[in-house]
């Protein structure tokens, strides 16, 4: 049987506060339990709080790279990174929401440090050898799935992972690709308990010791998908403009305009395609037309080298916003119609 249990506190954590102390008085793993936190009580303890005036900056400097960038009705910028945090994840897990004092919330760099930290503190404090686990859970969205879930942002003293490649399934056949995410599977379970409006940022998990260990472990950073491992690198817009030169989350990306979140107009589309094809420098004029429903983009250029550049470069950026074009030459310039 697995319990999940509650430990709720209406103590402010600040970084005046032992947290390690605080949660020794609260709950006494038995061996074998995992204390899953929420990193935003640590994120407090630690003091990563940072100014809210440049929320688009902070995440830039909060992120290793960027991984698809959304202008907002808001007129703001919504980007999806792979943060200095570990996880890929929009905002960089950067968090208003119970911060106060019109501060931000960043999460620690190296989480599994953090976990190993209170793991040890908490075994001191106790009298006991750390016979348990220590999880920090953090929320996110998934790709192609609506709604927002818990996740491992850092472990110690858990196997994250349950490899089951090569075991026989129940009709005896080699399992070839089942690879379980235990982490992010008891971070997940820990969240119905919990809550951001209901003061329970910690939860007591009893019934998986099979995958406590004795030492720390691997940790969850290892979970994060990267190199030829991550199919995902870049979104679909921002794969076709860095191709291009316009990588995401740079000037260049913002000078070309970012695609919005909401529908937007066949003009818009064209004419930040047209600025991605001539982001290159090319000396070509463009002239843009209403065509009925569709837009005729004339190119003009001396340089009959530059033209071809452009025209090419033009129709990849078009096929990158999803309008689809059919082009003219004639002996001095080019016209694509838009639609």
């Not at 019934?207 to 260990?213: E, I, R």
């Not at 843009?288 to 452009?310: E, F, K, T």
Request: a negative charge; charged letters at 20%; glycine letters at 10%.
């Amino acid at each position: 049987m697995i319990t999940i249990r509650p430990v709720g506190f209406t103590t402010e954590v600040t970084p005046e506060v032992d947290l390690p102390a605080l949660l020794a008085g609260l709950v006494r793993p038995e061996p074998g339990d995992i204390l899953v936190v929420t990193s935003k009580i640590v994120s407090k303890w630690l003091g990563l709080y940072a100014a809210s005036a440049d929320r688009e900056a902070l995440v830039l400097r909060q992120a290793r790279a960027v991984v698809a960038e959304r202008a907002t009705e808001s007129g703001g910028i919504t980007r999806v990174v792979h943060a200095t945090a570990g996880p890929v994840m929009a905002g960089a897990g950067i968090d208003a929401s119970n911060a106060g004092d019109d501060r931000l919330l960043l999460l620690p760099d190296d989480a599994d440090a953090v976990a190993r930290q209170l793991r040890a503190h908490l075994a001191g404090l106790l009298s006991r050898p750390a016979d348990f686990a220590v999880l920090l859970s953090d929320t996110s969205g998934r790709a192609w799935r609506a709604g927002l879930t818990d996740f491992a942002l850092g472990a110690a003293g858990l196997r994250p992972i349950d490899d089951l490649r090569g075991l026989p399934d129940t009709a005896g056949r080699d399992l070839a690709v089942t690879i379980r995410n235990i982490a992010d599977e008891v971070a997940s379970a820990a969240d119905l308990v919990k809550g951001k409006v209901d003061r329970v940022p910690v939860a007591l998990v009893s019934g998986l010791a099979a995958y406590v260990t004795a030492e720390d472990g691997p940790g969850a950073c290892g979970l994060v998908r990267t190199g030829p491992s991550d199919w995902f690198g870049l979104g679909r817009a921002e794969a076709v403009r860095a191709a291009l030169g316009v990588a995401p989350g740079t000037p260049s990306a913002t000078e070309a305009g970012i695609e919005s979140v909401a529908p937007e107009p066949l003009h818009e589309k064209v004419s930040r395609a047209v600025r991605v094809a001539l982001s290159a420098g090319d000396a070509v004029e463009v002239e843009l037309a209403a065509r009925g429903a569709a837009l005729a983009i004339r190119l003009q250029g001396g340089d009959p080298v530059a033209l071809g550049r452009v025209w090419a470069r033009l129709e990849v950026a078009l096929a990158g916003e999803r309008v689809s074009a059919t082009a003219h030459r004639d002996a001095t310039d080019v016209t694509l119609t838009a639609g």
